[in-house]
């Protein structure tokens, strides 16, 4: 059986990390070539204590969507004996699944590609490309602001406290000068909800505005700490600094799941 640590863990892959990979398909070339046209449904499963956890992709005409839980049929399914196991895999750890579907070998392909372009959104990817640049700040940015509302509802002590004494503030995450690279956390007596762009029904409480792609990268690496990130202008803080800094501490602690 699973312990807490891990159920969070999970939680967050299903539900932030698996939905960044709508990203990787629109916005990689390559990515959104290779599936046109595709439409099929690709499953991942583990098992917890017996019960299944999961979620598929689903692919309708070149366009993806992310379904959480394990309802139809699918073309290919990745099954896991754990939580452990799965969370292990998405976090580009060496796990081998057992896959169900093997007959269909290119789709299979066009899959495995997949899960290969989100290892960009790992620590040891440091991308020279301004395109590949581009694409792993806003698969970061739009990863932890989910992630945050997920670890909040996942039931971390720590987070549900800090949490439960707020009232309904706005979150903000953007990259000057990038339209599309914005993302945001609400947080309301305890409760959470994550979104993707600028927040434009009243001006968020924190604001964490990242100078360029290239500013952004170092912080998100945990190269420069977030201090010294806001000194050397490549990060400015709009609003509550000391809920600033409490936002970039639980953002490390979701990295730390992730590693």
Not at 158 to 175: C, F, H, L, N
Not at 193 to 217: C, E, M, N, Q, W
């Amino acid at each position: 059986m699973a312990d807490d640590r891990t159920r969070i863990t999970t939680r967050i892959i299903l539900n932030a990390i698996l939905p960044v990979m709508k990203v990787v398909v629109s916005d990689d070339p390559r990515m959104k070539k290779r599936f046109d046209k595709v439409s099929a449904r690709v499953q991942f499963a583990a098992l917890d204590n017996g019960k299944p956890h999961g979620a598929a992709l689903v692919f309708e005409d070149g366009a993806l969507s992310i379904e959480q839980g394990m309802a139809g049929p699918a073309d290919i399914t990745f099954s896991f004996p754990t939580l452990e196991k799965f969370n292990a895999f998405l976090c580009g750890k060496t796990v081998i699944p057992k896959i169900r579907g093997m007959l269909h070998l290119r789709l299979l392909f066009k899959v495995v590609m997949l899960l290969l372009a989100m290892k960009l959104m790992l620590p040891s990817a440091r991308p020279k490309d301004p395109a590949k640049k581009r694409l792993k700040v806003k698969m970061v940015i739009y990863m932890i602001t989910t992630a945050l509302s997920q670890y909040n509802k996942g039931g971390d002590p720590e987070m549900t406290a800090w949490t439960g004494k707020q009232p309904d503030r706005i979150y903000q995450m953007s990259v000057a000068g990038e339209d599309d690279i914005a993302a945001w956390v609400r947080i309301k007596a305890g409760k959470s909800k994550a979104g993707r762009g600028l927040y434009t029904r009243r001006r968020p409480f924190v604001h964490i505005r990242f100078s360029s792609v290239d500013g952004a990268l170092p912080v998100l690496l945990n190269d420069v700490e977030f201090v010294a990130a806001v000194g050397q202008n490549r990060v400015s803080v709009e609003g509550s600094p000391e809920y600033g800094a409490q936002l970039n501490d639980f953002m490390q602690r979701i990295q730390a799941l992730l590693v």
